[in-house]
T-cell receptor, first 119, second 115 residues
Framework: AQKVTQAQTEISVVEKEDVTLDCVYETRDTTYYLFWYKQPPSGELVFLIRRNSFDEQNEISGRYSWNFQKSTSSFNFTITASQVVDSAVYFCALSGANAGGTSYGKLTFGQGTILTVHP | GAVVSQHPSRVICKSGTSVKIECRSLDFQATTMFWYRQFPKQSLMLMATSNEGSKATYEQGVEKDKFLINHASLTLSTLTVTSAHPEDSSFYIC???????????FGPGTRLLVL
C-alpha cells in the first residue's frame, strides 16, 4: 500500500517569508514518481513538479525548490520569498511504477497543506 | 499539448436524478483514465480506473453500480452518478496521460451539488 503524509494542515506566513511544506511517503515499489500540485480556489490542479525515485537531485525553479531525500522518504517543497499569489492548497502525491519505469498512473495524494500568505 | 477537459464544470441536480460527467483528452489518446473525488477541505481520493474497451476497476468502498464508468473511445471517459443523493455532492476530477509520459494531466474538475 502507498501512503503520503503531509503533516502540516495549515501554514500562515507573511509575504516575503520563506516557507517549507513537508511531505513523507511510504511505498513498496522500488520505482516510483513523486509530484507536487497546487490547487487554487478554482479547484483546478496545477502541476508543479515530478521526480522519479532514481533522481535524488534537488531542483530549483524560480522561487520554488524541492528537496528529495530517499533515505528519509521525504520530498519537501520550499517557496522562497512567498507572495500572496502563492496562497493555495498544496498536495504531494505518489505513483508507483514498474521495473521499466512506466508509471501505473494512479496517484495517492497527501492530505494537503493550506498555505496562506498575508500581505 | 496533453490537455484534458471535463464537462460540465458545475452541475446542480435534484436528489434521485442521474448525472453524467465527461472527461476528454483533447490532443492525445488515453487507454486509461482515472476518476478522483474530493470532498470539501479534503484530499483527492481515487475512485476508479477507467479502461478503454473494458470494465473499470473500482477502489475499495466505491459502489460500481452507483458510479458507472464508460470508456468507449481512446479520448472519452464518462462517469455517471446514478440516483444521486446529497452525500454525493463533491468535486470530481479526472486525469489521463499519453502512453509515453509519466505525468498525469488533470481535467479542471466538475462540481456536483445534489439538492
Amino acid at each position: 500500500a502507498q501512503k503520503v503524509t503531509q503533516a502540516q494542515t495549515e501554514i500562515s506566513v507573511v509575504e516575503k517569508e520563506d516557507v517549507t511544506l513537508d511531505c513523507v511517503y511510504e511505498t513498496r515499489d522500488t520505482t516510483y514518481y513523486l509530484f507536487w500540485y497546487k490547487q487554487p480556489p478554482s479547484g483546478e490542479l496545477v502541476f508543479l513538479i515530478r521526480r522519479n525515485s532514481f533522481d535524488e537531485q534537488n531542483e530549483i525553479s524560480g522561487r520554488y525548490s524541492w528537496n528529495f531525500q530517499k533515505s528519509t522518504s521525504s520530498f519537501n517543497f520550499t517557496i522562497t520569498a512567498s507572495q500572496v499569489v502563492d496562497s493555495a492548497v498544496y498536495f504531494c502525491a505518489l505513483s508507483g511504477a514498474n521495473a521499466g519505469g512506466t508509471s501505473y498512473g494512479k496517484l495517492t495524494f497527501g492530505q494537503g497543506t493550506i498555505l496562506t500568505v498575508h500581505p | 499539448g496533453a490537455v484534458v477537459s471535463q464537462h460540465p464544470s458545475r452541475v446542480i441536480c435534484k436528489s434521485g436524478t442521474s448525472v453524467k460527467i465527461e472527461c476528454r483528452s483533447l490532443d492525445f489518446q488515453a487507454t486509461t483514465m482515472f476518476w478522483y473525488r474530493q470532498f470539501p477541505k479534503q484530499s483527492l481520493m481515487l475512485m476508479a480506473t477507467s479502461n478503454e474497451g473494458s470494465k473499470a476497476t473500482y477502489e475499495q468502498g466505491v459502489e460500481k453500480d452507483k458510479f458507472l464508468i464508460n470508456h468507449a473511445s481512446l479520448t472519452l471517459s464518462t462517469l455517471t452518478v446514478t440516483s444521486a443523493h446529497p452525500e454525493d455532492s463533491s468535486f470530481y476530477i479526472c486525469s489521463a496521460s499519453p502512453a509515453y509520459r509519466a505525468s498525469q494531466y488533470f481535467g479542471p474538475g466538475t462540481r456536483l451539488l445534489v439538492l
